[in-house]
Antibody, heavy 113, light 113 residues
């Protein structure tokens, strides 16, 4: 069974940093592109970032370009999202997803002073 | 960026009756490889998104056959042949042809009358 378990969310002040993790199991992690998608409270889904199978290619939404960094450790079956210079508008539930066919339960990031 | 526009945004339906959601893209979603990367997702209250349909009309494993997807080019439709109580939630279309970014529609809230 495919499982994706996010962690690392929490409350952070504006300008601060957080690193999200997504532990994958039940499939060959290194064979799949991975994405982060976020959902601000009461709003819709917004794609954040993607990484290819070996981590050599990444893309970002304009809203996070230069502030967020996606990475992966295929030996640990784990996806990461390093979030720096956080803003109030980054407040959201962050989901990791395997090519959009499987999703984690999400982790809440709240940016507030 | 490709803009995805869903209608209606709210859809009250009677149990056992059909429901239909429209999704229009700002440009054709036909990829140079001949595929059309249009997806549909369901998000039940308090849950993570779940993919229902991939490449316009293919149902994911475990998705009831009362769900069907159709369309081409820029116009797509998700139909529920007979709405059940468990179908309550928000439905999103998403395009994966012209990336980055991958873009979602605003979401359509399906509720029981």
């Amino acid at each position: 069974e495919v499982q994706l378990v996010e962690s690392g969310g929490g409350l952070v002040q504006p300008g601060g940093s957080l690193r999200l993790s997504c532990a994958a199991s039940g499939f060959t992690f290194s064979s799949h592109w991975m994405h982060w998608v976020r959902q601000a409270p009461g709003t819709g889904l917004v794609w954040v970032s993607h990484i290819n199978r070996d981590g050599s290619s990444t893309t970002y939404a304009d809203s996070v370009q230069g502030r967020f960094t996606i990475s992966r450790d295929n030996a640990k079956n784990t996806l990461y999202l390093q979030m720096d210079s956080l803003r109030a508008e980054d407040t959201a539930v962050y989901y990791c997803t395997r090519s959009f066919d499987s999703w984690g339960q999400g982790t809440l990031v709240t940016v507030s002073s | 960026d490709v803009v995805m526009t869903q209608s209606p945004l709210s859809l009250p339906v009677t149990l056992g009756q059909p429901a239909s959601i429209s999704c229009r893209s700002s440009q054709s979603l036909v990829h140079s490889d001949g595929n059309t990367y249009l997806y549909w997702f369901q998000q039940r209250p308090g849950q993570s998104p779940r993919r229902l349909i991939y490449k316009v009309s293919n149902r994911d494993s475990g998705v009831p056959d009362r769900f069907s997807g159709s369309g081409s080019g820029t116009d797509f439709t998700l139909k529920i042949s007979r709405v059940e109580a468990e179908d309550v939630g928000i439905y999103y279309c998403m395009q994966g042809t012209h990336w980055p970014p991958w873009t979602f529609g605003q979401g359509t809230k399906v509720e029981i009358k």
